[in-house]
């Protein structure tokens, strides 16, 4: 089967991948927070390697969409400001990762 | 579709870096080695030196860790409030085990063969305990570090036993090393994670 035969439907979950997420910054960004249950800013900036600008960027645009829930909490009696992944967010990521797949297969199909 | 995605591998990961600090094997250590020189010291209130390593574990880890890494919570509220109660299980059955032991040999109620090796042994049931806890969460959470600290606890004792050194003198020796280790972790971890600047956490 050729990349061409495979029709306009085929090429839907290309079409379908969520740019929100589909940047490498945020997608680590959204990892991390689907790995754990919240995380504050520290930890965002040492485990992707971002600068803090970028990294207050990403953030930035993810909470825009609705993907990260942005709160400021008392842990132990000191005042943190935690990032979640939102409903909206679980969804994304897991509607993305479905369409990651579907890509890759279709891709996978198309080297034959 | 599953609304689910599977990110265990990624939450082991930062879990692991986030235990590699050494603080747990530092307050360990500073625990036994606290309560062998009050052995040592044979006064009473010295024992409140076996206590230091307890209290340090928090403060070490929100003047240290924290900082450098970054603040996380793995669980949700609910299973949060689910480990604490393991733990504090995990602490009561420990010392329940120990009392017990003593209330038993104590009223004499033991097989006398029993007995015999408990007064010989008594030091090697005394640092099964912490042992016993450091291999039950090394278990529960996957770093297996800490079964090379319960090992030394139980070898470093062992050996006291076997060449006749003198108790508190061997208890100090596994505290002292359970410290230095978790000092070189530690030490490990400050160079890999150099201190961040005060704001980054409160940009907004």
């Known amino acids: 089967m050729t990349f061409a035969e495979t029709g306009q439907d085929a090429l839907q979950p290309i079409a379908d991948i969520d740019r929100a997420i589909h940047a490498p910054a945020r997608l680590m960004i959204l990892a991390l927070l689907a790995a754990v249950d919240s995380t504050d800013f520290t930890l965002l900036l040492t485990q992707t390697g971002l600068t803090r600008g970028n990294l207050a960027s990403h953030l930035s645009k993810l909470e825009e969409v609705g993907y990260i829930t942005v709160t400021k909490e008392f842990v132990d009696r000191v005042p943190r400001t935690l990032y979640r992944l939102s409903e909206a967010g679980q969804t994304a990521v897991a509607t993305y990762k479905a369409n990651m797949q579907q890509v890759v297969a279709l891709l996978s199909a198309s080297q034959k | ?204």
Request: positive net charge; hydrophobic residues 55%.
């Open chain 2, 1 to 204: 579709m599953s609304q689910t995605v599977d990110f265990e591998q990624l939450k082991r990961k930062l879990y692991l870096s986030y235990h590699r600090d050494g603080i747990l094997d530092l307050a360990v250590g500073l625990t036994i080695l606290g309560f062998g020189i009050s052995m040592a010291m044979d006064v009473g209130a010295t024992i409140v030196f076996s206590w230091i390593g307890l209290f340090l574990y928090a403060p070490l880890k929100s003047a240290i860790t924290i900082p450098r890494l970054g603040f996380v919570q793995f669980e949700s509220e609910s299973k949060r409030k689910t480990n604490l109660i393991y733990r504090l299980v995990l602490g009561l059955g420990t010392f329940a085990l120990f009392f017990g032991l003593v209330i038993f040999l104590w009223a004499d109620n033991l097989p006398p063969d029993f007995t015999t090796w408990l007064r010989q042994y008594h030091m090697l049931v005394l640092g099964a305990l912490p042992a016993i806890a450091l291999a039950v969460t090394a278990w529960r959470t996957g770093v297996y570090r800490l079964l090379v600290d319960a090992l030394l606890i139980v070898v470093i004792i062992l050996a006291g036993i076997q060449l006749q050194i003198a108790e508190p003198t061997y208890v100090m020796v596994a505290g002292g090393v359970l410290s230095l280790i978790g000092l070189g972790l530690l030490l490990s971890f400050m160079r890999r994670y150099p201190a961040q600047k005060e704001a980054d956490n409160d940009l907004r």
